[in-house]
Every structure is written in structure tokens, then in C-alpha cells.
């Protein structure tokens, strides 16, 4: 799963289009999939918090990836980094902060 979304930074302002400011590697195998799920995923910053919405196209897609890994979770690594160059944590040293999503179990 490790690459499927590169690592990306999102300004203290809302975004219209993920597209803006994430670049997929010419060599991932959704590229194609992924750019044009982009167009439909957000950023809403409201009152110092930011919500991303990556939307119902760019979602299947990650939640696919991981479900061919055989992974029943996805784990997004944030840190978070003021102006001043002040950050939560570092994406280089384990001490970013970590989100865990539960995949849903598969219908039979």
C-alpha cells in the first residue's frame, strides 16, 4: 500500500481539488484511476481543522489496494507543521501521529 498516495501538504485553507497538490509517480499502478478520482477528493479548513474527503471514487480505489494486500485496515500518518516551521511530529522518525481505519468486512 505504501505508495499508493504519495505524501502530500495541505495549506490552512479549503481545496477544491486534492489534484492541486498531490502527484502520483508515473510508475503507480492507479495513476490513471487515481488522477481522475482527485478531481472529486477535498480539504475543508474550518477554524484550525481540516477534514479530507478523498470521495466515494478515490476511497474504492484505496480500499481495493488494500484488500489485494490483504491488509483490513489503513493507516494514514499525519503531522502537521505551522509556518514557523514548528511540526507535531516528523514522517522520519516515528513520532507523526497516526490514524487507523477499519476496512468494512466483505458481504457474501
Not at 74 to 88: C, H, K, T
Amino acid at each position: 500500500m505504501e505508495g499508493l498516495l504519495p505524501e502530500f501538504t495541505v495549506p490552512a485553507e479549503s481545496i477544491s481539488n486534492l489534484a492541486e497538490v498531490v502527484e502520483i509517480n508515473a510508475d503507480n499502478l492507479y495513476k490513471q484511476q487515481i488522477e481522475s478520482a482527485l478531481s472529486n477528493a477535498n480539504v475543508v479548513f474550518n477554524n484550525g481543522t481540516w477534514t479530507l474527503n478523498f470521495g466515494k471514487e478515490l476511497t474504492n480505489i484505496i480500499v481495493a489496494a488494500a484488500k489485494e494486500a490483504n491488509q483490513d485496515s489503513i493507516s494514514f500518518y499525519l503531522v502537521v507543521r505551522d509556518s514557523a516551521g514548528n511540526e507535531s511530529g516528523s514522517m522520519y522518525d516515528e513520532s507523526y501521529k497516526t490514524v487507523t481505519v477499519e476496512l468494512p468486512e466483505e458481504e457474501n
